[in-house]
């Protein structure tokens, strides 16, 4: 698995997809406040993450992407983006035309390339529990950011963290369940870089 086909797949899935939405928002809200709303999405913030670790691996540059904790990371999150979409966002629209290619690159090329490539190129046996808890932060930070943007602009990226529509307690249910998806999806991630460390 190259890091360099994994990194032409997911930058140019999120520059299409940038480009998409600016001519959808450029009449209405303006690129400034669609900009915003591209950054919303976790989503992009995986992939953004994809692209950044694997342009660093090609690179041969160490520093932050470089570490075990980071790719890890990476992989949880993008492994979480495309389970989420499969199991509960692809039946809410039918994307068509240079939208199909887009949605398919970032929700599923993306995530299958990189666990794939992290699975069988990226050292393991560095990673531990400390490890798998530190990769709940983003997650949690993500969610804060996303409630504050939504009690500012009125507007939600994800239907099942709108508070507008389901309440706070509602969403609050919502993110405890995707607490869970983490969590268990970062146990799964660990014990496979143990095992792969024993072979």
Do not use: K
């Not at 939405?21 to 400034?32: M, S, Y």
């Not at 389970?83 to 290619?101: A, C, D, F, T």
């Not at 190129?121 to 939504?150: C, E, Q, S």
């Amino acid at each position: 698995m190259s890091a360099a086909l994994v990194a032409a797949v997911s930058a140019s899935s999120l520059l299409l997809q940038y480009l998409l939405l600016l001519g959808l928002t450029r009449d209405n809200v303006g690129a400034a406040l669609g900009t915003l709303r591209f950054f919303s999405y976790f989503t992009i913030l995986s992939n953004l993450g994809v692209s950044a670790v694997c342009v660093a691996a090609l690179c041969g540059a160490g520093g932050f992407f470089a570490r075990p904790r980071v790719r890890g990371a990476i992989a949880l999150y993008i492994g979480v983006t495309g389970l989420i979409y499969v199991l509960i966002l692809r039946h809410l629209w039918q994307p068509q035309g240079l939208q199909w290619w887009a949605d398919t690159g970032l929700h599923y090329a993306a995530p299958v390339l990189y666990i794939g490539w992290w699975l069988l190129t990226v050292p393991h046996g560095r990673l531990n529990l400390r490890d798998a808890a530190a990769w709940l932060l983003f997650p949690l930070l993500y969610l804060i950011a996303v409630l504050l943007r939504g009690a500012w602009l009125g507007e939600y990226p994800y239907p099942f963290i709108d508070a507008g529509q389901l309440g706070y307690a509602g969403m609050a249910l919502n993110a405890a369940g995707m607490l869970l998806v983490f969590l268990m999806l970062g146990g799964i991630l660990l014990a496979l870089d143990r095992r792969l460390a024993q072979r």
